[in-house]
C-alpha cells in the first residue's frame, strides 16, 4: 500500500516518464487512498516485532509524505524507521540473523544504504539531525548483479550494460546498474562529511544556509572534491552520457543510475560551496554550471525522480539567496538574479504539479527580496543610484533576464537539446 501511495502521488505529479502508460487509469485510485490503507495496517503496539517488511512501509511512507509536502510527517516516518533500526541493529550485519537467505541479505543492505542517503538528503534540505553515520555502519554495498542474477541457491553471474559484449567473471561489476547505485552512495557519504563539518562550526543556534555562507574556509574541501572528481572522472561511460529514456527498462535503469549520479555530484558542488568563503561572482559561476549539468540531464529523468529533485533546485537557489546579507555591484546584481531566474525556469519547464510551481515562486520571491535589497542600497549610495536606475530602465522582465543569460552560457543550446 505504501508503495502504491508513493506511485500514485509521483503519476500525480507527471513523473509517469513511460508514454504507453494510462496516467487517468493509473490514478484512478488517488495516492490518498492508498496511504490511508497503509497507516491503517501499521502495528498499533509501540515495540514491534524485528520487521523488514515494516522498516521498508516506514522508509517509503516517509517518500510519500515528502511528495505530498508534508515535512513533519516525514520526519516522524523516519524517526519510526530508525528506531527499529536502533533496535534491531540493521547498521551491524553482526547483529542480523544468521539463518538469512542470499535474497534478505541483499534487501536490507539496499534499505540500508537507501536510507542512509536520504537520511543526509534530510539533513541537508530540511536542516535536520544525522541519525545514521556511515562510519558506524558496518553493512556491505548491495553485490552489483541485477536481480535474475541470482537467488537463494547463490551468485550466477554479472549483467552487462548496454554497451557492453564481456563475458560474465565475477560477482561485481561495473557493468551492473547497481554500480551506479553504489557511486550515488559514496558521493553520499563525501557529502555526509562536509555537511558534519558545516554543523561543527556552529557558534549560535543558526540555520544550515547561514552556517554554511559565514565560516572559514575548511582545508578539507580540496580534498573531499579531489575524491568526488576521482570517482567521477572514472565512472563507466555509461554512467555518464545520459541518453533519452527508451521504454526498455533494462536500459533505463542506467541512465537513471547516471542522472542520479549527476545529481549528487552537483550537490556535493554546492555543499563543498557552501563550506568555502566564496565572492558573489565565485557563487554564481558555480550555481550557473551547477543548473547548466541540470539542464543536460533529459526531463524525462528529472520528473521521474520527481518532489526531491525540487528540494533539490531549491536549495540551490537558497544558496545565492545570502547575498541578501552584503552589498552587491550593479554587476553582481544581474549575475545573482539571472542565475535565479534561469533556476527557476527550469523548474517551471519540469511540470511537476504544484510543488513545481511553488517551488520556482519561491525563487521569484528570492528575486525580489535581491531587488528591494539593490533598491535600498541605491537610497544610501547615490554612486550606486545611477547605475541602478540606468540599469532599471531596461526591460528586465524575467523572459529578457533568461534570453540574455542563454545567450551568454549556452542555455539556449542546452534547451533546445
Given at each position: 500500500?505504501?508503495?502504491?501511495?508513493?506511485?500514485?502521488?509521483?503519476v500525480?505529479?507527471?513523473?509517469?516518464?513511460?508514454?504507453?502508460?494510462?496516467?487517468?487509469?493509473l490514478?484512478?485510485?488517488?495516492?490518498?487512498?492508498?496511504?490511508?490503507?497503509?497507516?491503517?495496517?501499521?502495528?498499533?503496539?509501540?515495540n514491534?516485532?524485528?520487521?523488514?517488511?515494516?522498516?521498508?512501509?516506514?522508509?517509503?511512507?516517509?517518500?510519500?509524505?515528502?511528495?505530498?509536502?508534508?515535512?513533519?510527517?516525514?520526519q516522524?516516518?523516519?524517526?519510526?524507521?530508525?528506531?527499529?533500526?536502533a533496535m534491531?541493529?540493521?547498521?551491524?550485519?553482526?547483529?542480523?540473523?544468521?539463518?538469512?537467505t542470499?535474497?534478505?541479505?541483499?534487501?536490507?543492505?539496499?534499505?540500508?544504504?537507501?536510507?542512509?542517503?536520504?537520511?543526509?538528503?534530510?539533513?541537508?534540505?530540511?536542516?535536520?539531525?544525522?541519525?545514521?553515520?556511515e562510519?558506524?555502519?558496518n553493512?556491505?554495498?548491495?553485490?552489483?548483479?541485477?536481480?535474475?542474477?541470482?537467488?537463494?541457491?547463490?551468485?550466477?553471474?554479472?549483467?552487462?550494460?548496454?554497451?557492453?559484449?564481456?563475458?560474465?567473471?565475477?560477482?561485481?561489476?561495473?557493468?551492473?546498474w547497481?554500480?551506479?547505485?553504489?557511486?550515488?552512495?559514496?558521493?553520499?557519504?563525501?557529502?555526509?562529511?562536509?555537511?558534519?563539518?558545516?554543523?561543527?562550526?556552529?557558534?549560535?543556534?543558526?540555520?544550515?544556509?547561514?552556517?554554511?555562507?559565514?565560516?572559514?574556509t575548511?582545508?578539507s574541501?580540496?580534498?573531499?572534491?579531489?575524491?568526488?572528481?576521482?570517482?567521477?572522472?572514472?565512472?563507466?561511460?555509461?554512467?555518464?552520457?545520459?541518453?533519452?529514456?527508451?521504454?526498455?527498462?533494462?536500459?533505463?535503469?542506467?541512465?537513471?543510475?547516471?542522472?542520479?549520479?549527476?545529481a549528487?555530484?552537483?550537490?556535493?558542488?554546492?555543499v563543498?560551496?557552501a563550506?568555502?568563503?566564496?565572492?558573489?561572482e565565485?557563487?554564481?559561476?558555480v550555481?550557473?554550471?551547477?543548473?547548466?549539468?541540470?539542464?543536460?540531464?533529459?526531463?524525462?529523468?528529472?520528473?521521474a525522480?520527481?518532489?526531491?529533485l525540487?528540494?533539490?533546485l531549491?536549495g540551490?537557489?537558497?544558496?545565492?539567496?545570502?547575498?541578501?546579507?552584503?552589498?552587491?555591484?550593479?554587476?553582481?546584481?544581474?549575475q545573482?538574479?539571472?542565475?535565479?531566474?534561469?533556476?527557476?525556469?527550469?523548474l517551471e519547464?519540469?511540470?511537476?504539479?504544484m510543488?513545481s510551481?511553488?517551488?520556482?515562486d519561491?525563487?521569484?520571491?528570492?528575486v525580489?527580496?535581491?531587488?528591494?535589497?539593490?533598491?535600498?542600497?541605491?537610497g544610501?549610495?547615490?554612486?550606486?543610484?545611477?547605475?541602478?536606475?540606468?540599469?532599471?530602465n531596461?526591460?528586465?522582465?524575467?523572459?529578457?533576464?533568461?534570453?540574455?543569460?542563454?545567450?551568454?552560457t549556452?542555455?539556449?543550446?542546452?534547451?533546445?537539446?
Open positions: 500500500m505504501a508503495a502504491c501511495a508513493l506511485s500514485s502521488a509521483r500525480t505529479d507527471n513523473a509517469l516518464f513511460n508514454p504507453a502508460w494510462d496516467k487517468q487509469s490514478i484512478s485510485t488517488t495516492s490518498e487512498v492508498f496511504h490511508h490503507a497503509a497507516i491503517n495496517a501499521l502495528p498499533k503496539m509501540e514491534p516485532n524485528q520487521s523488514l517488511d515494516l522498516m521498508r512501509a516506514y522508509a517509503l511512507l516517509s517518500l510519500v509524505a515528502m511528495q505530498h509536502g508534508n515535512t513533519r510527517d516525514m516522524a516516518f523516519l524517526g519510526k524507521y530508525h528506531a527499529l533500526v534491531d541493529g540493521l547498521h551491524d550485519e553482526a547483529n542480523w540473523p544468521k539463518d538469512l542470499i535474497i534478505e541479505l541483499e534487501e536490507r543492505r539496499r534499505l540500508y544504504w537507501s536510507m542512509y542517503t536520504l537520511d543526509i538528503f534530510s539533513c541537508i534540505v530540511f536542516n535536520s539531525l544525522i541519525r545514521t553515520r562510519e558506524q555502519s553493512v556491505r554495498y548491495p553485490t552489483e548483479l541485477d536481480d535474475a542474477f541470482f537467488d537463494n541457491s547463490g551468485y550466477r553471474g554479472e549483467p552487462q550494460s548496454p554497451a557492453s559484449t564481456a563475458s560474465p567473471s565475477s560477482n561485481v561489476s561495473p557493468e551492473s547497481l554500480h551506479g547505485y553504489n557511486i550515488t552512495t559514496d558521493l553520499w557519504r563525501l557529502l555526509e562529511h562536509v555537511t558534519i563539518k558545516l554543523h561543527s562550526h556552529k557558534k549560535k543556534k543558526r540555520t544550515f544556509l547561514q552556517v554554511a555562507t559565514n565560516f572559514e575548511s582545508p574541501a580540496g580534498t573531499l572534491q579531489a575524491e568526488a572528481d576521482r570517482i567521477y572522472f572514472n565512472l563507466p561511460h555509461h554512467f555518464v552520457i545520459i541518453n533519452e529514456m527508451t521504454g526498455d527498462q533494462g536500459r533505463d535503469l542506467y541512465g537513471f543510475q547516471a542522472a542520479n549520479i549527476t549528487t555530484a552537483q550537490l556535493l558542488r554546492m563543498l560551496l563550506s568555502e568563503q566564496n565572492t558573489v565565485q557563487r554564481c559561476q550555481v550557473s554550471e551547477v543548473v547548466d549539468a541540470f539542464m543536460q540531464i533529459p526531463s524525462s529523468y528529472l520528473r525522480i520527481s518532489c526531491p525540487l528540494h533539490h531549491g540551490i537557489g537558497s544558496v545565492l539567496g545570502s547575498v541578501l546579507e552584503e552589498s552587491l555591484s550593479s554587476y553582481q546584481y544581474q545573482v538574479r539571472t542565475v535565479l531566474l534561469s533556476l527557476a525556469q527550469l519547464n519540469l511540470d511537476l504539479g510543488h510551481v511553488q517551488t520556482a519561491k525563487l521569484r520571491g528570492l525580489i527580496q535581491i531587488d528591494e535589497h539593490m533598491a535600498s542600497q541605491v544610501n549610495e547615490s554612486s550606486t543610484s545611477t547605475t541602478f536606475l540606468g540599469m532599471r531596461r526591460d528586465h522582465s524575467p523572459q529578457n533576464f533568461l534570453t540574455e543569460w542563454s545567450w551568454k549556452g542555455f539556449m543550446q542546452s534547451s533546445a537539446t
